[in-house]
Every structure is written in C-alpha cells, then in structure tokens.
C-alpha cells in the first residue's frame, strides 16, 4: 500500500455500524455540561469501588493468578472511552478491568471473569487480563506488554480496508513503548495513515523500573516524532482534560485517517499486582503521598465544585448506587457456576470455514 | 491436465480465494511491486490493487500483528513470510495471539488467518536460513499446521486454509517451488487434517511431508528396484494429524520409518513414533527408525550441507535396517 494521502478523504458510513448493539449507558455529548461531568464522576467511582472490592476478593482468594488494578488511573479509561462510538474498537493490555467497565461491559460479567466463573465475559477461561467482549467491540486484554499494539494497527487497517469510518484505541503502560512492536505499529499506522489513537497510560512505573530508568527519552509523546505522528501530552487525573485530547485524536483518525500517539500521565496507587508493596521498594511513601493529592476523583470534585455542581448528598446518592452495583457484581460471581470440565477442551478451534459461514466465523463480520 | 509448477499452483490458489472472497488479502515483504521474492504473488497486485496486495517494511512482527488484528475484526489476511526462518520474530503474534485469542476469549473472537512462506533449508544459504519449523509449530494448540509437497496439494491445501475459521501455518519450500506436477483446470480443494497413501506397498510404511515426500518417493522407487514394497503415507496437515491413516498402515506393513526435515530431537517424528508405539506395539517388527537433519546448525560447505540433509539414500538404508536386511 502507498503511503495515503493525508488530505480528508469522504468519510463512508460504516455498512455496520447499525448492527452494533447500542451501549446499556448513554455516552455524554459535549465536554463541557455537567451531565456529562456528572456521568464521567460515576463511572471513576465505580471503577474505583469495583477495584476495591476486586482487592478484598483476591485476598480472600476468590480471584487467583496475575490481578492488576486501575486505582489511580480512572480518569484515563473513563476520559478516553467516553468519546468512543459503540461502533469502534477497543484493546488494551492486562490492566484492563477499569477500560472493561468504561467500555460498557457489565460489572457482573467483568466480576464473573475475575473470579473464574463460566459467567465471565470470557467464560472463564481469559481471566483477570483477559477481558474480551464482542458486544461491545472490546478486543482484549492482553498479557504481553505491548503484543497487542500491532494488533491495534490492524485493526485500524481493517477499517480503512473497508472504507469505515470506526477508530481502534489502544491501551498500553509506558514502559511499552521500549518494546519493538510498539516501534513497528507506529512506523506502519504512520506509513498507511490509519484510524488508530495510540494512548500511553504513563504511570511512571514499569512494574517496578522507573521511567527514568528505562528510556533513553522521558517525554513519551515525542517518540511519535520518529514516525511523523501527531502526539499530545495530557494531565491523566483530569478526566475532561484526557477527554479533549482523545476527542482531538479520534477526529483525526475518523476525518483524516490519522494515527495519534497520546501520553497521559498518570500515576497507580496501588503496587503494580496483588504481590508488591504500594511503597517502600522502587518509590517512596512520600512520592505516592504527593500523587495521591491529585486523585482523579477528587480533581473532578473539585472541578464540580468550583462550578457549584457538587452537593455531598447526591455524591452519596452516587457512591451509595455505585456500591449497590459492585455489591450486584461479587454477589453474582460468588454464585455464578465455574465452567464445567467439558469446557476445557472447547474454543481451541472453530470448526467452521468461510463456506459454512455460521457461528463466530459470520459473526466475525462487522 | 496441466502441468505446472508448485510457485503457479500457490499462485493460482492466491488468485481464485481473492477473486471468491473481497475479505481476504495478501500481506508481506515485496509481495506486490517486487512480485513476490519467490514469485508467489505475481500479478496479483496488478489484478486486485494496492489495498489487498499490500507490500510491508521488514518488520515481521508488526505485520503478523497486524494480520491477527484484521482477522480479529472480519477480514481473512494471507501473511507472506519470506521465509519461516524470519518468522521467528514474529512467533509472539503467531503464538500468543493468532493461537490463543479464540480460547481466552471464551469464544468470540477466532482468527481466520493464513501464515505462509518457504520452510526449511533451499541450498547452501548456511545456518540462519536453513530451518524447518514445523515442530515449533505443530506443538501449539490452537493453530493448524500444514506442508504441501506437490503442486497439486498445495493448491488444494491453499485454498482450504484461506477458507478455514482457524489460524493456517503454511509450509512451503525454495526447492519446491520449481518442481512441476499436474492440476487439473477446475475448482478443487483437499481438505485440511487428512493424509495421503500416495503409494501403495506392503513391506515398510514411509511416514513424509513436505519436501520430504519427494524423498519418501525417491526412496520408494529405489527399494522397489529390490522388490520392496513400501507404502508412502503424506501427513499433508501435522495438526491435527491424521494417525488413522498412519496406524491403518503399520497395522499393514509392521514396520515403519518416519522422513522429516527438521532436526532429531522433539521433530515431528518422535511425536509420530509416539501414536506409532501406543496404538501398533504388537504389530510392530522392527523398531520406527527417524531420517532427520543431522543435529547440528546447517553448514555452508556443499559436501557438509549435503551430509547434513536426510536423502534418499539414508531413508533407503533405514527402510532396509528396519526390514532387517543389512
């Protein structure tokens, strides 16, 4: 394929996206309404009550293997997603379960999946950083750092092959972008002028190797200059803030055909899985203290504040619905069936060809 | 019928599931304005254009990666390696994701994929470009495996693997493409996990793919000139693998021997050896014998590399050790 054309093509109606199922939640308009300041405010905490009930559960041992959580960084998933139609795509890697929720995929699924359950988004059979659901074009969590950046690319290739108008947005931590495939997916998203945003979650940690450390270049965005890419750097505890960056890319890749690569800087309060100390080894009490003065949450509150919009009350209200529905969640987990030994053997192979064009061979067509 | 070539019959194979379905695509280094570096896809960029004959940078996992991601949303990509050997840098898209996205996602996301190009050694190209990974492959669940060694059943093969829901491996030869042998005209397809008796005989059972069926023939012919009679079985596919035709056989002959490219240890055939001793141990006369790569990495030297590679003669020898006749 030549190198594109980078004026605006005629955007094309995507032939599919009226098949798509409509999102169980409305998605916010504009950026500057206190629906939507309201809506994004929910969608952290439930994030955040939803981690802090997946904590509970993996030390009581109802959630086994690798669990990576998303407190701290909530305003990323939620800013980013919020833009989305529920015709694009969405992948990320393993630190997936707050993108899982922004993405629309039920809290009770994503629990289920966690805990192993044959209810799970992924039958079980994915896990905590493995979270896939079709419905809701959410192409994954992935387990190998920056494996599913070239995935991403093809995907927006994909949807310029077919002349749609849909944008993939991909998830991946800092420490990705020291990885060759990150290189790869960009020069060739660059090279074919693709619909993808490229969204660096910067938490400034690679499980416990500081960026500092790692890359030879500490401002992220400008390893998009090697790729003639746009790139942005945007404040990641401020949600309205990640949100209008994202709106920027996603017009690009939709109008133009443009890949952008965004660092959001951000910050995990948590340790990087379930087995490291929040602090005390690779950074310090006082480090994760100062960042923790800039939750995301309360940044939003503040925000809301200054505007008059913020009443304790209906915060309460909120925080009150928001736990109810995590509460759901477990509740449905905890009793929902774990697969049944027949499963073991299922989905290694599909047995259908483009011949037969049933199962998830026609259902792949969208 | 006509005669053509192994390179023709994959390029007519190309043509015809491009020409059936507006899905499917070709993708690799110089498959379009070089014509293919074997010449594979030649004219096809001219036929279907630059958006579904798409030349890559040498950037072998990206572009692997970019076709689990296309397969992932509905299109069926044909990845061109230049070689297998360069896909080895490529291998965490083949195996961690083309392989493994169906299952951890419970289901819903299969990726219908092709990876395909020239595996194991051509000649004197030395130790870098001279391996044969079909065990690396065939171990994975999840993906299919499947090596060709005529025209005829590459073309039919091709065309079943673009068609199936799963992800291909696609196993060519350099010294493959060149050799000439019949298709017919018309449509065809020879479906994926079947094998072949390509000849008939009582005394031993040769067990080949791939290349190495021409040397299972070659063998044959040769020990026919004594009066044995050997039976050639060609897996075709090595996963699945097709052991009913493999047992039906011993069963027959009692004895068997396994000719495979690649190298000794954990190769295809001590996993053929394997479903040979558990389901033939009371048939069996002889111990399986293996003909494989000498264990080392491939020489340059003409006499070494020649030396290195299994051949007629050492199947010829095998055959006979295992009919106890030297």
Not at chain 1, 255 to 280: C, K, Q, W
Not at chain 2, 214 to 235: F, S, T, Y
Request: glycine fraction near 8%.
């Amino acid at each position: 394929m030549a190198r594109a054309n980078k004026s605006a093509p005629a955007p094309s109606e995507s032939p599919n996206a009226t098949e798509t199922k409509s999102m169980a939640k409305k998605k916010p308009e504009s950026s500057d309404d206190s629906a939507l300041r309201l809506s994004l405010l929910r969608e952290m905490l439930l994030m955040r009550r939803f981690e802090e009930r997946t904590a509970e559960a993996y030390a009581l041992g109802k959630i086994g293997g690798f669990c990576h959580l998303y407190i701290g960084q909530e305003a990323v998933g939620a800013g980013a997603i919020s833009v989305l139609r529920p015709d694009d795509y969405v992948i990320t890697s393993y630190r997936d379960h707050g993108q899982a929720l922004a993405r629309g995929i039920t809290p009770r699924s994503v629990m289920a999946e966690l805990f192993g359950r044959i209810d799970g988004c992924s039958k079980g059979k994915g896990g905590s950083m493995h979270l896939f659901d079709r419905n809701t074009n959410f192409l994954g969590g992935h387990g190998i750092v920056a494996g599913h950046i070239p995935i991403a690319t093809g995907v927006g290739f994909a949807i310029k092959y077919r002349g749609g108008d849909q944008v993939c947005l991909c998830f991946f931590g800092e420490a990705a972008v020291n990885n060759g495939a990150f290189h790869e997916a960009l020069n060739m998203a660059a090279l074919w002028q693709l619909p993808v945003v490229y969204l660096v979650e910067n938490n400034r940690y690679g499980m416990g190797t500081a960026l500092e450390r790692a890359s030879s270049v500490n401002d992220i965005a400008e390893r998009a200059c090697s790729y003639d890419m746009p790139n942005e750097v945007v404040d990641g505890q401020d949600v309205i803030a990640v949100r209008e960056a994202v709106t920027r890319a996603v017009a690009r890749a939709r109008g133009e055909n443009t890949p952008t690569l965004i660092e959001v800087r951000t910050y995990r309060f948590m340790g990087h899985s379930m087995s490291d100390a929040v602090s005390g080894t690779y950074r310090s009490k006082e480090e994760l203290d100062e960042y923790m003065k800039r939750d995301p949450i309360a940044v939003l509150r503040a925000q809301m504040e200054q505007r008059g919009e913020w009443s304790d009350d209906k915060m309460a209200a909120i925080d009150d619905e928001v736990r109810a529905i995590v509460e759901d969640a477990w509740n449905f987990a905890d009793e929902s069936p774990e697969p049944p030994l027949e499963a073991l053997t299922e989905d290694v192979y599909v047995d259908t060809t483009s011949d037969t064009d049933t199962g998830v061979a026609a259902a792949g067509e969208r | 019928m006509a005669i053509i070539t192994y390179r023709d019959a994959l390029n007519q194979a190309l043509r015809e599931e491009m020409q059936r379905d507006d899905r499917v695509f070709i993708m690799g280094e110089e498959v379009a304005v070089y014509q293919g570096a074997y010449k594979v896809s030649k004219g096809l960029l001219q036929e279907f254009g630059e958006m579904r004959v798409v030349d890559t940078p040498i950037t072998e996992l990206g572009f692997a990666g970019v076709g689990v991601g296309a397969a992932m949303v509905g299109l069926r990509p044909i990845i061109e390696f230049m070689t297998w050997n360069f896909a080895l840098l490529a291998l965490d898209q083949v195996v961690n994701a083309a392989a493994k996205m169906l299952s951890m996602s419970g289901g819903q996301f299969n990726i219908p994929i092709v990876f395909r190009g020239p595996n194991g050694a051509a000649l004197q190209l030395s130790a870098q470009h001279s391996q044969s990974w079909e065990s690396w492959l065939a171990h994975i669940p999840g993906l299919k495996v499947v090596a060709p060694g005529t025209p005829y059943d590459a073309k039919g093969l091709l065309k079943s693997a673009i068609r199936d829901d799963n992800p291909v491996m696609f196993l060519e030869g350099e010294m493959l493409y060149n050799i000439k042998g019949e298709v017919p005209e018309g449509e065809y397809t020879i479906p994926l996990g079947k094998a072949q008796v390509k000849r008939e005989g009582d005394h031993v059972t040769i067990i080949s793919y791939g290349k190495m069926i021409n040397v299972a023939n070659q063998a044959a012919d040769i020990l026919a000139k004594d009066g044995i009679r050997a039976e050639v079985i060609d897996l075709l596919t090595l996963r699945p693998i097709d052991t009913e035709t493999i047992i039906a056989s011993v069963k027959k002959t009692n004895r068997a021997v396994v000719v495979e490219e690649g190298w000794e240890i954990c190769g295809m055939g001590a996993q053929i050896v394997d479903y040979v001793q558990r389901d033939c141990f009371d048939d069996l006369d002889a111990p399986v014998l293996r003909v494989h790569q000498v264990d080392v990495p491939m020489p340059y030297a003409k006499n070494l590399e020649r030396a290195a590679k299994p051949d007629a003669q050492k199947t010829v020898a095998a055959v006979r050790q295992v009919l106890y006749l030297d």
